[in-house]
């Protein structure tokens, strides 16, 4: 490692010692030190002195160095030992480092005066006056610090009864840590029937307050299970702050998945313990990714005060029965509520009949009830609430919540008569078509019922559809997307925001959409009944003769996948990448959506390269060559295949197989060459791309010209200006520059990715990991207060954004350990040894599925703890560094290289000159060949190879190699630490 010449005021004072002749001419010593490199100093510095030393000779001055915190005072220690002199102490406070915390003494003890008088003494009477004065000041300091002793004890007596009222009162009135909640959104209260008896059964079946108890609501779709179990999620949310209540969709396996890892992230952040969640989520196999989170979710649960779960639309009951909590031992203590339709869940899953509540029907009264809340007010109060006309009404739709409600807001906005209303819903449900009628399958209704829920909800679409000409394509983005937690922003990306406000009022005056309230750092997101979107999906089908390539579906498979790559480009907020996720996976996925190849094609090469950027790389790989097979060979999805093989290039870098990540990048930048201005970023992000292969690959040289081709086109447009990736080419171009040696430049580039992410905030992820790059560049030009600065600024970053990447986990390490090379070179030797242990514990925990971070991360715990002289341990992480480089990278990479030349520099440490030799050599071709003769690099790899070959008694070749290295050194302005 380089360092700038920071010993300057060490020298002035050898300088100011020379000068001052402090030295005789006949000094000589023989010095006995363990640590042979730091002889060598010391003798080095002897010579500047004109001091004799020697190995072997007899009867001299013999020396045993003892090694203080710093060199200047151990070099000072030995000159103690030579020579008295004031000077010599100065010196040696004046590089004693201060203590960390030296409180001032507010009493001084009496045994820290020494009194030894004896009887015979002779004094003369000025000795006696002051013996007698010493006495008598004495007693008054007793007196004083008596007084002072009762004071300071009462002080600390009041101070201990205010911090002891302090807790009790904290105790009482500070609130308890958030808990993971996710919310659980319910309709406007204008529409929302007070089923208090129902609540109340459920609190009564969950009377069992040990172990784990489970209730069940059973019914047919639409009656009102899920805003029922959410009601009294909600209550006893209320009346158990501190317990944990959390929904869970169980619709199918993905949804199941999806709401566990949202369970297991929010009780990681309650439990901090996201490091746990963040190596569950790295395990490549699923079955064992799943088992694992399981397992995590149990401990997090047992450990909590009490929680609930909330299963809604369980119907897989065989398959899914091990998501559900049984044994208290492994669960701890909860509660269960599950709403399916599943009448078989009592034999299944051996529920106690009582524990199940069926929600078949509405009473007559909850009936009439629900239709005067749904209608408003002014309706309660007027003289047209008839409660005998309603039922009548009411005896011809289906009594469940979904209906009654839909069918209120109807008659209320266009202010029909029952009669009215009943006439046009009777022709709507005569007009049903046989396609039409495929709703009615499984429904758990019979076929009347059916048709009139149908009926119902087509009345209101028509009138919904009649209102703007974009509803139509918002109602089909909203059908063949999941239905839960559809981000408002989606439809925005199509239209204004005027006219989605104006959709939703819609949807919101018919009662067919309910509006979820987030955190902050997730979009803002609507919810649809999956009655409701089942409805609209055969609805739209039937009216608009939905062919698998008409154009709606393919804007709508359109709108989908712009928006994902807009996400990715220019956004990645992570909470709402999650969300496309699971809409982009429904979207493929869905086998009644019957769209064209291409279509699914294009949508699934956005999941998978969110699933990239969210760190699932397998399951990103997995979607982008389905995407790959689906696209067909035609031009107008030219830019989607040069984004896919980009993306698939990405995957392979990080799977460590370079070769075919060159041929899919090669291939995206050929296809991005044909096209037209337009994809000018996608061409600058692949150039990139590229680049940043090439420095893994050591061809420096053209990395720089693919990097400084991408970084030139970004500054060109304004619009690509805000790329999130053009911050991450000016990291790698800087990278390229320093590999060869360019350091001006590089820290010039870097600089400005620094400067691009601090002035665009959508940049902020990515400023970490430039303030990273900008630190390991100081450090190695030896700037190392410069490096502390900037590197603490990214550690501050990193915790800031903890969870909402998985990319950036083996950072936390790497910052650590920079930060500790920051702390050697500034000489606080304790803070980087506390540094380095944690780093060591965070790579014990976190296992990478990039192996190239994981072994770069090794490579630096072991240097550090060199600098530290904690040896075994450096031998142990470097030759770990080694094994992972050689399998990954091969022998002849300079990364490799730079391994070896960490390992000669441990062994010449300790004094293994034979291995020392060995790994210095076996890099030297790499470096030869890689980098410019006159790089620094080249520089220190001569000179331990020539301090190497000294040791070794090969004087001639020593000789040539520190005299080429220290050459390049001085030229470069560079010493070695």
């Given at each position: 490692?380089?360092?700038l010449?920071?010993?300057?005021?060490?020298?002035?004072?050898?300088?100011?010692?020379?000068?001052?002749?402090?030295?005789?001419?006949?000094?000589?010593?023989?010095?006995?030190?363990?640590?042979?490199?730091?002889?060598?100093?010391?003798?080095k510095?002897?010579?500047?002195?004109?001091?004799?030393?020697?190995?072997?000779?007899?009867?001299?001055?013999?020396?045993?160095?003892k090694?203080?915190?710093?060199?200047?005072?151990?070099?000072?220690?030995?000159l103690?030992?030579?020579?008295?002199?004031?000077?010599?102490?100065?010196?040696?406070?004046?590089?004693?480092?201060s203590?960390?915390?030296?409180?001032?003494?507010?009493?001084?003890p009496?045994?820290?005066v020494?009194?030894?008088?004896?009887?015979?003494?002779?004094?003369?009477?000025?000795?006696?006056?002051?013996?007698?004065?010493?006495?008598?000041?004495?007693?008054?300091?007793?007196?004083?610090?008596?007084?002072?002793?009762?004071?300071?004890?009462?002080?600390?007596?009041?101070?201990?009864?205010?911090?002891a009222?302090?807790?009790?009162?904290?105790?009482?009135?500070?609130?308890?840590?958030?808990?993971?909640?996710?919310?659980?959104?319910?309709?406007?209260?204008?529409?929302?029937?007070?089923?208090?008896?129902?609540?109340?059964?459920?609190?009564?079946?969950?009377?069992?307050?040990?172990?784990?108890?489970?209730?069940?609501?059973?019914?047919?779709?639409?009656?009102?299970?899920?805003?029922?179990?959410?009601?009294?999620?909600?209550?006893?949310?209320?009346?158990?702050?501190?317990?944990?209540?959390?929904?869970?969709?169980?619709?199918?396996?993905?949804?199941?998945?999806?709401?566990?890892?949202?369970?297991?992230?929010?009780?990681?952040?309650?439990?901090?313990?996201?490091?746990?969640?963040?190596?569950?989520?790295?395990?490549?196999?699923?079955?064992?990714?799943?088992?694992?989170?399981?397992?995590?979710?149990?401990?997090?649960?047992?450990i909590?005060?009490?929680?609930?779960?909330?299963?809604?639309?369980?119907?897989?009951l065989?398959?899914?029965?091990?998501?559900?909590?049984?044994?208290?031992?492994?669960?701890?203590?909860?509660k269960?509520l599950?709403?399916?339709?599943?009448?078989?869940?009592?034999?299944?899953?051996q529920?106690?009949?009582?524990?199940?509540?069926?929600?078949?029907?509405?009473?007559?009264?909850?009936?009439v009830?629900?239709?005067?809340?749904?209608?408003?007010?002014?309706?309660?109060?007027?003289?047209?609430?008839?409660?005998?006309?309603?039922?009548?009404?009411?005896?011809?739709?289906?009594?469940?919540?979904?209906?009654?409600?839909?069918?209120?807001?109807?008659?209320q906005?266009?202010?029909?008569?029952?009669?009215?209303?009943?006439?046009?819903?009777?022709?709507?449900?005569?007009?049903?078509?046989?396609?039409?009628?495929?709703?009615?399958?499984?429904?758990?209704?019979?076929?009347?019922?059916?048709?009139?829920?149908?009926?119902?909800i087509?009345?209101?679409?028509e009138r919904?559809?009649?209102?703007?000409k974009?509803?139509?394509?918002?109602?089909?983005?909203?059908?063949?997307?999941?239905?839960?937690?559809?981000?408002?922003?989606?439809?925005?990306?199509?239209?204004?925001?005027?006219?989605?406000?104006?959709?939703?009022?819609?949807?919101?005056?018919?009662?067919?959409?309910?509006?979820?309230?987030?955190?902050?750092?997730?979009?803002q997101?609507?919810?649809?009944?999956?009655?409701?979107?089942?409805?609209?999906?055969?609805?739209?089908?039937?009216?608009?003769?939905?062919?698998?390539?008409?154009?709606?579906?393919?804007?709508?498979?359109?709108?989908?996948?712009?928006?994902?790559?807009?996400?990715?480009?220019?956004?990645?907020?992570?909470?709402?990448?999650?969300?496309?996720?699971?809409?982009?996976?429904?979207?493929?996925?869905?086998?009644?959506?019957?769209?064209?190849?291409?279509?699914?094609?294009?949508?699934?090469?956005?999941?998978?390269?969110?699933?990239?950027?969210?760190?699932?790389?397998?399951?990103?790989?997995d979607?982008?060559?389905?995407?790959?097979?689906?696209?067909?060979?035609?031009?107008?999805?030219?830019?989607?295949?040069?984004?896919?093989?980009?993306?698939?290039?990405?995957?392979?870098?990080?799977?460590?197989?370079f070769?075919?990540?060159?041929?899919?990048?090669e291939?995206?930048?050929?296809?991005?060459?044909?096209?037209?201005?337009?994809?000018?970023?996608?061409?600058?992000?692949?150039?990139?791309?590229?680049?940043?292969?090439?420095?893994?690959?050591?061809?420096?040289?053209?990395?720089?010209?693919?990097?400084?081709?991408?970084?030139?086109?970004?500054?060109?447009?304004?619009?690509?200006?805000?790329?999130?990736?053009?911050?991450?080419?000016?990291?790698?171009?800087?990278?390229?520059?320093?590999?060869?040696?360019?350091?001006?430049?590089?820290?010039?580039?870097t600089?400005?990715?620094?400067?691009?992410?601090?002035?665009?905030?959508?940049?902020?992820?990515?400023?970490?990991?430039?303030?990273?790059?900008?630190?390991?560049?100081?450090?190695?030009?030896?700037?190392?207060?410069?490096?502390?600065?900037?590197?603490?600024k990214a550690?501050?970053?990193?915790?800031?954004?903890?969870?909402?990447?998985?990319?950036?986990y083996?950072?936390?390490?790497?910052?650590?350990?920079?930060?500790?090379?920051?702390?050697?070179?500034?000489?606080?030797?304790?803070?980087?040894?506390?540094?380095?242990?944690?780093?060591?514990?965070?790579f014990?925990?976190?296992?990478?599925?990039?192996?190239?971070?994981?072994?770069?991360?090794?490579?630096?715990?072991?240097?550090?703890?060199?600098?530290?002289?904690?040896?075994?341990?450096?031998?142990?992480?470097?030759?770990?560094?080694?094994?992972?480089?050689?399998?990954?990278?091969?022998?002849?990479?300079?990364?490799?290289?730079?391994?070896?030349?960490?390992?000669?520099?441990?062994?010449?440490?300790?004094?293994?000159y034979?291995?020392?030799?060995?790994?210095?050599?076996?890099?030297?071709?790499?470096?030869?060949?890689?980098?410019?003769?006159?790089?620094?690099?080249?520089?220190?790899?001569?000179?331990?190879?020539?301090?190497?070959?000294?040791?070794?008694?090969?004087?001639?070749?020593?000789?040539?190699?520190?005299?080429?290295?220290?050459?390049?050194?001085?030229?470069?302005?560079?010493?070695?630490?």
């Amino acid at each position: 490692m380089f360092i700038l010449d920071k010993t300057i005021k060490f020298k002035r004072k050898l300088k100011e010692i020379k000068q001052k002749n402090l030295l005789s001419k006949d000094v000589t010593c023989r010095l006995i030190c363990q640590d042979n490199q730091l002889r060598r100093n010391i003798e080095k510095d002897f010579d500047i002195l004109a001091i004799r030393y020697y190995k072997h000779k007899q009867g001299i001055k013999i020396i045993d160095v003892k090694v203080y915190e710093n060199y200047p005072l151990t070099f000072f220690n030995v000159l103690k030992q030579l020579i008295t002199h004031p000077f010599i102490e100065d010196a040696m406070k004046e590089f004693t480092p201060s203590p960390i915390f030296s409180p001032p003494s507010i009493i001084t003890p009496i045994n820290s005066v020494s009194l030894n008088f004896q009887k015979n003494d002779m004094r003369s009477p000025t000795e006696e006056n002051s013996s007698k004065e010493l006495r008598k000041t004495l007693n008054i300091h007793n007196i004083r610090n008596i007084f002072l002793i009762k004071y300071l004890l009462v002080l600390f007596f009041l101070i201990s009864v205010t911090i002891a009222g302090a807790i009790i009162f904290f105790r009482v009135t500070v609130p308890s840590p958030i808990l993971p909640q996710q919310p659980l959104p319910l309709p406007d209260k204008s529409v929302l029937l007070p089923r208090t008896s129902l609540l109340k059964r459920i609190t009564k079946s969950f009377s069992n307050k040990t172990g784990i108890s489970t209730v069940v609501l059973l019914g047919c779709g639409g009656a009102g299970k899920t805003t029922l179990a959410r009601m009294w999620g909600q209550s006893y949310r209320l009346h158990h702050p501190k317990a944990i209540v959390f929904p869970i969709n169980a619709q199918d396996r993905d949804s199941l998945s999806n709401s566990f890892k949202e369970l297991a992230a929010l009780l990681a952040k309650f439990l901090s313990k996201q490091a746990e969640v963040e190596r569950i989520n790295r395990i490549k196999n699923e079955a064992e990714k799943e088992k694992a989170r399981l397992s995590f979710i149990q401990d997090g649960l047992k450990i909590s005060k009490g929680w609930v779960l909330l299963y809604d639309n369980l119907e897989d009951l065989e398959n899914f029965a091990s998501y559900l909590p049984v044994d208290g031992s492994m669960w701890g203590q909860g509660k269960v509520l599950i709403t399916t339709q599943n009448s078989h869940i009592e034999s299944i899953l051996q529920i106690p009949r009582h524990n199940i509540i069926k929600l078949d029907a509405l009473t007559e009264e909850e009936a009439v009830k629900l239709f005067t809340i749904t209608r408003g007010p002014e309706f309660s109060q007027s003289t047209y609430n008839n409660p005998e006309k309603i039922r009548r009404f009411l005896k011809s739709l289906p009594p469940f919540p979904l209906d009654i409600s839909v069918a209120a807001q109807y008659i209320q906005h266009h202010s029909l008569s029952y009669q009215t209303y009943l006439k046009e819903l009777n022709q709507q449900s005569d007009r049903l078509s046989e396609s039409e009628k495929e709703l009615l399958v499984s429904s758990g209704k019979s076929e009347k019922e059916a048709k009139t829920r149908y009926s119902i909800i087509k009345m209101a679409l028509e009138r919904i559809l009649e209102e703007n000409k974009y509803f139509k394509i918002f109602l089909l983005i909203t059908s063949f997307i999941d239905c839960n937690n559809i981000p408002i922003e989606l439809l925005e990306y199509k239209s204004d925001a005027f006219v989605v406000r104006h959709f939703l009022d819609a949807l919101k005056k018919y009662s067919l959409v309910t509006e979820n309230s987030r955190p902050n750092e997730y979009p803002q997101t609507f919810s649809l009944h999956r009655n409701i979107q089942n409805a609209c999906k055969t609805y739209l089908k039937h009216t608009l003769q939905l062919t698998p390539h008409h154009l709606l579906l393919k804007e709508v498979g359109d709108t989908l996948t712009s928006y994902m790559k807009h996400e990715i480009v220019y956004r990645q907020n992570f909470s709402c990448m999650k969300l496309l996720s699971t809409h982009g996976e429904h979207f493929v996925q869905n086998e009644r959506l019957n769209v064209s190849e291409s279509i699914r094609g294009a949508v699934a090469s956005m999941v998978g390269s969110t699933y990239y950027h969210l760190g699932e790389t397998l399951k990103a790989k997995d979607y982008l060559e389905k995407s790959y097979t689906l696209l067909p060979h035609d031009a107008s999805l030219k830019s989607l295949y040069c984004w896919t093989s980009a993306y698939l290039g990405l995957i392979c870098k990080k799977l460590g197989d370079f070769h075919t990540a060159t041929l899919y990048f090669e291939q995206s930048i050929q296809g991005y060459k044909t096209l037209n201005d337009r994809e000018q970023e996608g061409y600058a992000r692949v150039l990139s791309f590229l680049g940043s292969l090439y420095l893994t690959l050591n061809k420096f040289k053209e990395s720089e010209t693919l990097l400084v081709q991408s970084t030139n086109l970004y500054r060109k447009s304004s619009t690509y200006n805000n790329s999130l990736n053009f911050p991450v080419a000016l990291i790698h171009l800087g990278w390229a520059y320093r590999e060869q040696g360019e350091y001006q430049q590089a820290q010039a580039v870097t600089k400005e990715a620094v400067e691009k992410c601090e002035t665009h905030p959508g940049l902020e992820t990515y400023l970490g990991q430039a303030l990273k790059h900008l630190g390991s560049l100081y450090i190695e030009r030896g700037f190392f207060e410069e490096a502390k600065n900037v590197l603490e600024k990214a550690a501050n970053l990193y915790k800031k954004h903890n969870g909402k990447t998985g990319r950036k986990y083996i950072n936390f390490g790497k910052i650590d350990l920079l930060l500790g090379q920051a702390y050697v070179g500034l000489g606080r030797y304790r803070e980087a040894k506390k540094l380095a242990q944690r780093a060591e514990q965070f790579f014990a925990e976190n296992h990478s599925d990039d192996p190239g971070r994981q072994a770069r991360g090794f490579a630096l715990l072991g240097d550090i703890y060199r600098q530290l002289g904690l040896y075994p341990k450096a031998q142990y992480y470097l030759k770990k560094s080694k094994a992972l480089h050689l399998e990954l990278y091969g022998k002849g990479n300079l990364r490799t290289a730079r391994v070896n030349l960490l390992l000669g520099k441990l062994y010449i440490k300790l004094a293994k000159y034979i291995d020392a030799e060995k790994v210095l050599e076996d890099s030297l071709p790499s470096y030869q060949t890689r980098v410019p003769n006159n790089h620094p690099y080249i520089g220190e790899l001569y000179v331990y190879l020539g301090e190497t070959y000294t040791h070794l008694g090969d004087l001639q070749k020593s000789q040539k190699f520190l005299e080429e290295g220290r050459s390049i050194l001085k030229e470069r302005g560079l010493s070695l630490l």
